[in-house]
């Protein structure tokens, strides 16, 4: 698959067990899983910007979710 394919697809799976979340109780590994899935697939796109576009900053995926998972953000 190609890179950005990936990513939509990550995404979309990790909307979906956040919508089942919602509904049901669902172990927590799973949501790890897909949203380490993600957090590659980002990973590999921002990577692509920084060798072939104008992406010149640092990135820490990871980073960035944990941030914007802090309550009240």
Same mark, same amino acid.
């Given at each position: 698959?190609?890179?950005?394919? =990936?990513?939509?697809?990550? *995404?979309? *799976?990790?909307?979906? $067990?956040?919508?089942?979340?919602? !509904? &049901? =109780?669902?172990? !927590?590994?799973?949501?790890?899983?897909?949203?380490? !899935?993600? @957090? %590659?697939?980002?990973? !590999?796109?921002?990577? @692509?910007?920084?060798?072939? %576009?104008?992406? &010149?900053?640092?990135? *820490? $995926? &990871?980073?960035?979710? /944990? /941030?914007? &998972?802090?309550?009240?953000?």
């Amino acid at each position: 698959m190609k890179p950005l394919t =990936e990513l939509l697809e990550s *995404n979309r *799976n990790l909307h979906f $067990i956040e919508e089942l979340m919602k !509904k &049901k =109780e669902v172990p !927590k590994f799973r949501f790890e899983a897909l949203e380490e !899935k993600f @957090i %590659g697939h980002m990973t !590999k796109v921002c990577e @692509i910007f920084t060798s072939y %576009g104008r992406l &010149k900053e640092s990135f *820490n $995926i &990871k980073q960035m979710l /944990t /941030t914007l &998972k802090t309550p009240e953000w």
